[in-house]
């Protein structure tokens, strides 16, 4: 009676309270199924790193405008010019011929910039050949026997055309004809400008100072041709020479230099164009410590006041006015220094917070991705227990149904004995 009573109570109390627990837990699992698979979706997909903006440079303060000088400041009679030390002359590097094997790609267009340069300078007036002597390391008699190139040896005493070419082609690694027509064709165009006479100087003063490097050679043919063009009345070629030498030391500021020279130089009288180039040449250094916008910059002020001085003071007054304006214009320089420091001073801490904010926002994304990597790796777990959760469960359910079903049927067995199942 008891075990009845039992049954009845287990039936409909127990068995109903168990399967509203177990399903609340299905539920729960359930939920926690999907509230992980949201989080595992969320955790795949992409991380962007935020976009930092790098402030604008602030705009640069204005200099001062250059103190001007008065002509008057100049005292161009009473002051005598002192002008700067002559720079040493370069040396041309002697080098041993080498054979190399012959490439006769463009020899015939070369031969023609050879024979134009042969008739700018004719043989038969300029020594192309050179001068020297014959030297017979064993004696002569072996060489008028054998007739071998090995039992004489030229000694060259002075060097010609030709063997200058030869060292200028090796200086600036001219191993083809078409480099060596490229390098012709650039004394040509300043060769022919010249009066014949003068031309043999010219073509040994670019021959010594040829850089190593044929396109600034070049570069620098192609503005002197601008400055020879305005010095044709010009005796001498001492400015040819000083203004070739500088395009080969300042490979910056030589082209910009000549080029400038170029467009003043018909300011001055033909007297004293070459004093005043010689003058541009050493204040560049001795005076404007290589800062060549500056010294532009004085040369404009400078220029109005050439038709005022006299015609023999040209030159000389150019270096006096330096002096003087440089002299003015001390204050003001320190104020342009200041400005550029400032500037650079706040260039800097535009670039020191950019990349701090840069550095900040890559930690930023890396923390984004590492914190989504360990969500994924969590929900992954979650999502994989409480499936496990609901299939145990299931499968405890499916166990209560079973021993519910079989209790009932034992149920009607013993209410009817005789009743077929």
């Known amino acids: 009676m008891k075990t009845n009573y039992f049954s009845k109570i287990e039936n409909k109390y127990v068995f109903n309270m168990s399967l509203i627990f177990w399903h609340i837990f299905i539920a729960l699992s359930t939920i926690a199924v999907i509230i992980s698979l949201l989080i595992f979706l969320w955790s795949i997909t992409p991380s962007f790193q935020k976009n930092v903006e790098k402030q604008s440079y602030p705009e640069k303060k204005q200099y001062p405008d250059p103190v001007k000088v008065n002509l008057f400041e100049l005292k161009l009679e009473e002051v005598k010019l002192e002008e700067a030390p002559p720079e040493s002359p370069d040396t041309v590097a002697v080098i041993e011929k080498k054979q190399v094997v012959e490439d006769i790609t463009g020899k015939k267009e070369y031969e023609s910039s050879f024979n134009t340069l042969k008739t700018l300078i004719p043989p038969s007036k300029y020594s192309w050949e050179g001068e020297g002597y014959w030297y017979y390391p064993q004696g002569e008699r072996f060489w008028t026997y054998y007739k071998q190139e090995q039992y004489r040896q030229w000694i060259s005493t002075e060097p010609g055309i030709d063997s200058k070419l030869s060292s200028s082609y090796r200086n600036v690694n001219a191993k083809n004809y078409v480099k ?242």
């Open 180 to 421: 060596k027509k490229q390098i012709l064709d650039g004394f040509i165009s300043i060769v022919k400008l010249l009066k014949e006479e003068k031309r043999a100087t010219a073509l040994q003063i670019l021959m010594n100072h040829m850089t190593d490097n044929i396109v600034q050679n070049d570069s620098i043919y192609k503005v002197l041709t601008k400055v020879v063009n305005k010095m044709l009345k010009v005796d001498n070629l001492e400015y040819l020479d000083q203004l070739v030498r500088f395009g080969k030391i300042n490979q910056n500021d030589g082209v910009p230099f000549i080029e400038y020279t170029a467009t003043i130089i018909n300011n001055f009288d033909v007297s004293q164009k070459t004093i005043s180039i010689d003058n541009l040449v050493k204040s560049y250094y001795n005076y404007f410590k290589q800062d060549l916008h500056k010294q532009i910059e004085s040369t404009n002020l400078f220029l109005p006041f050439l038709y005022k001085i006299k015609v023999g003071q040209q030159g000389n007054a150019l270096m006096k006015y330096y002096g003087v304006y440089l002299n003015k214009n001390i204050e003001r320089d320190n104020k342009i220094t200041q400005i550029e420091n400032e500037q650079q001073k706040q260039i800097t801490e535009i670039e020191t917070q950019y990349n701090l904010e840069q550095l900040q926002a890559q930690q930023e994304f890396n923390a984004k991705k590492e914190s989504k990597q360990n969500l994924r790796y969590k929900s992954m777990i979650a999502i994989g227990i409480s499936i496990l959760i609901i299939v145990l469960i299931a499968t405890i359910l499916v166990f209560f149904s079973i021993q519910r079903s079989v209790r009932k049927i034992e149920e009607k067995i013993a209410m009817n004995p005789n009743a077929q199942v």
